[in-house]
């Protein structure tokens, strides 16, 4: 009975073990195949994988931008309807196909000078300096790029200013372009550049360039006209002088027609109640004072009609002699005392 279960399990064994056989020989011949075939293209492979990689290398070059900072780019498609308006590239690293194009930009602000010769209304050559910053319109800088170009400085920027400063100019004379407000010159040159700048873009208004600020650093006319109308406007000068003074006369008079009135009206008042005997003492008691001070004074006592003496100062002496005035002082009487009593009538006796 053992005999024959170990034959029956030999038996069937035997199948799988077959078939583990036939598939380590398979899996031998499989990987002898691969074997093979790596032998045989080992070369062509290794060339194919070299020019891959130069390839690839080519076309990163065309298909990798990188974009500077403060620059734009405008993309131009091979296939694709060309120049896109809409969207440009910013800065940093852009990838594209290999086949399209990109055109860079400087988007930073720029300063330039122009010198021009204008002819005023009157017919005279006008020499004005003029200086602008400007930069391109990030948002309409396709169509910059497909109307104008890269040379727009020189192609859009430059004649715009220059026809709108001789259009300007010719509207005034040489003497309002001397005396007209700078300012006001130089506006009316900056809107009209800006509105020759506009472009229609998706059915609103943008400027191709933003002109940012417009100078207007200089203007010289002909040393004749110059002379000529600085000659005029110092005559209006003197004439609104004149004026002027002719105003300030005609107010003085006014003045004095106010003052004369109120000293009547104050006299009106006042002269009732003021007595010769009045006025007399008060003169008298001023004499006094201004005698007994250390100034040194000449008194002129005057006829007996004339109610108060004379006072002339002669101020300066030095002071020894007030000390000698001071002593004579002391012997002289008062000058009230000096005074003869005033005489009633028009007649005057002698002193």
């Known amino acids: 009975m053992k005999k024959d279960s170990a034959v029956k399990t030999r038996l069937s064994l035997k199948p799988l073990r077959r078939l583990k056989a036939a598939f380590r020989a398979g899996r031998r011949r499989l990987f002898e195949s691969i074997i093979w075939w790596i032998e045989e293209l080992r070369r062509p492979f290794l ?30 498609k091979r296939f694709a309807g060309g120049t896109v308006l809409t969207s440009t590239l910013s800065e940093g690293t852009n990838v594209i196909w290999p086949w399209d194009r990109v055109i860079l930009y400087d ?19 006008v020499e004005i300096e003029v200086a602008y910053r400007y930069k391109p319109n990030l948002a309409a800088l396709g169509f910059l790029h497909k109307t104008v170009g890269e040379e ?14 001789h259009t300007v100019i010719a509207n005034y004379t040489s003497d309002a372009l001397y005396s007209a407000e700078r300012e006001n010159l130089q506006e009316e040159i900056s ?22 600020e417009f100078l207007l650093s200089h203007l010289s006319l002909p040393d004749r006209v110059k002379k000529a109308i600085e000659s005029k406007e110092a005559q209006r000068q003197k004439a609104e002088e004149l004026t002027f003074r002719i105003l300030r006369q005609q107010k003085e008079v006014t003045r004095m027609a106010y003052e004369a009135a109120g000293i009547r009206r104050f006299m009106d008042e006042v002269a009732p109640g003021i007595d010769p005997s009045y006025l007399r003492y008060n003169g008298l008691k001023a004499t006094n004072e201004l005698a007994n001070s250390r100034n040194t004074k000449v008194l ?13 100062d002669t101020s300066g ?24 009593p005033p005489i009633d009538g028009n007649k005057d006796a002698p002193p």
């Open 107 to 125: 988007i930073r602000s720029r300063v330039d000078k122009r010198i021009y010769h204008p002819l005023s209304k009157d017919g005279l050559e």
């Open 300 to 312: 002129i006592l005057g006829p007996r009609g004339r109610k108060t003496p004379l006072i002339i």
């Open 47 to 76: 060339q194919v994988l070299f020019i891959g990689m130069i390839g690839l290398f080519l076309l990163i070059e065309h298909m990798v931008v990188p974009i500077e900072p403060g620059h734009a780019g405008v993309l131009w």
């Open 317 to 340: 002496t030095s002071p020894a002699s007030f000390e000698a005035e001071e002593t004579s002082s002391a012997t002289m009487p008062p000058p009230s005392a000096m005074m003869s």
């Open 191 to 212: 809107q009209r550049v800006k509105k020759e700048m506009n472009v229609q873009v998706g059915g609103k208004s943008l400027p191709l360039v933003t002109v940012q």
């Open 152 to 165: 727009f400085p020189v192609v859009l920027v430059e004649p715009n200013i220059n026809a709108a400063t």
